[in-house]
C-alpha cells in the first residue's frame, strides 16, 4: 500500500460505481483450497459488497459469496481490516435476483 494512509485507501477504493444497499445477510464466503465460512454482509450492490467476517484476507483475493436467492458470485477482496472486508464482483449479477434478496432483507424497512 506504500506510504498512502489507510483510511485515505480505504476512501479511495470505496468510491464506486454504484451505491450499496444497508442489509443484514447471512452468507458463506469461500476461498479456494480452503473450508467456506459465513460472514455477515453488512451492505450490497451488483458490483460489490461490505462484511464482517471472522478471518482475515489479504486484497486480490478471489472468492466466491455465497447469497440466498442469487448462489455463488465470484468477487475479489479490494480491502481488508481487522474483521471486515470489502469486495468487487467479478462480473455484476443480475438484478431481477438483487431486488428479491433485498425485498427479503431484514433491513428492507430502512432502505425504502
Known sequence: MGVQPL??????????RNAREAVSIRAELHEPGK?????????LSPFGFMAITPKS????????LDLPMIGA???KIVWSLTDRI????VRPFDARGYRALLDS????AEND
Do not use: C, M, W
Not at 484476507?57 to 466466491?64: A, C, D, G, S
Not at 432483507?105 to 428492507?108: A, D, I, R, T
Open 105 to 108: 432483507s431484514p433491513l428492507k
Open 73 to 75: 458470485v465470484n468477487a
Open 35 to 43: 473450508d467456506a465460512h459465513e460472514i455477515l454482509v453488512g451492505n
Open 86 to 89: 470489502g469486495a468487487e464482483f
Open 7 to 16: 483510511a485515505q485507501h480505504i476512501f479511495d477504493v470505496e468510491k464506486r
Open 57 to 64: 484476507y489479504r486484497e486480490n483475493t478471489l472468492v466466491r
